[in-house]
């Protein structure tokens, strides 16, 4: 079974990375589908319904910028000492700081980003045999959007990136930038095959605003 749901999500700043450009940042030109689905689990997510895309509307222009930004650059290895100081707040020693640990990296990110997303969800059952009710899910979902209520703040892509958010009506129209661009192949999602995670892509493009990735072909 499967119910229809849509949101409009903005925010000053977003980062959607292309995988092969990991070393220096460049985003994609649009919010990715795994992206979108991020922010709808962030507002509820239960192990008995999955959310699946069907369009992104674009709002507005797309635009980008250049920033630097301080990222790690390799997995710290915290020790009993550090656990121990880290429980006392004591950050005077904390491995972030260490220059070993932190760069400076380039990143092309988007700018005055906005969308709306419309995407459907599938009941499936728990590992315990549970069903969860569509229309029971499509009521505690709305009323979490309208209230602006979530698990976690969601974020376009990187966390210091917040995502603002509300409720599409049903019924209520929307106005899409008027924007045609091939895109290329874009991030699909993350498939995990027993504990093998590979990525999946599709050829991604926008008509008068519209990405339409309800019918597109996944390519792994």
């Known amino acids: ?6 949101i409009e999500c903005w925010g000053d ?3 959607f990375t292309r995988p092969e450009l990991k070393a ?7 919010i990715t589908p795994s992206a979108a689905r991020g922010i709808f689990e962030a507002i509820y997510w239960h192990p008995g319904i999955r959310y699946k895309i069907d369009s992104i509307e674009l709002l507005s222009p797309i635009k980008f910028v250049s920033i630097k930004r301080r990222e790690l650059q390799k997995k710290i290895n915290v020790t009993e000492k550090d656990y121990k100081q880290m429980k006392e707040r004591d950050w005077s020693y904390y491995p972030v700081s260490n220059s070993d640990y ?8 988007l700018k005055d980003v906005h969308y709306v997303i419309r995407a459907h969800f599938n009941i499936r059952r728990t590992d315990d045999g ?3 009710n569509p229309g029971k899910v499509l009521r505690i979902f709305s009323d979490r959007a309208r209230k602006g209520a979530c698990y976690h703040r969601p974020y376009f892509g990187c966390r210091e990136f917040p995502v603002n958010f509300r409720l599409v009506e049903e019924g209520e129209a929307t106005n899409p930038y008027p924007e045609n661009r091939f895109l290329g192949l874009m991030t699909y999602d993350m498939f995990n095959d027993d504990g093998n995670i590979s990525p999946s892509y599709f050829r991604a493009e926008l008509k008068n605003g519209i990405m339409d990735v309800s019918g597109c072909e996944v390519l792994s």
């Open 130 to 132: 549970e069903v969860s």
């Open 102 to 109: 932190v760069t400076l990296r380039n990143s092309t990110i």
């Open 13 to 15: 700043y977003a980062c």
């Open 24 to 30: 220096e940042r460049y985003s994609y030109d649009i």
């Open 1 to 6: 079974m499967s119910s229809g749901i849509a």
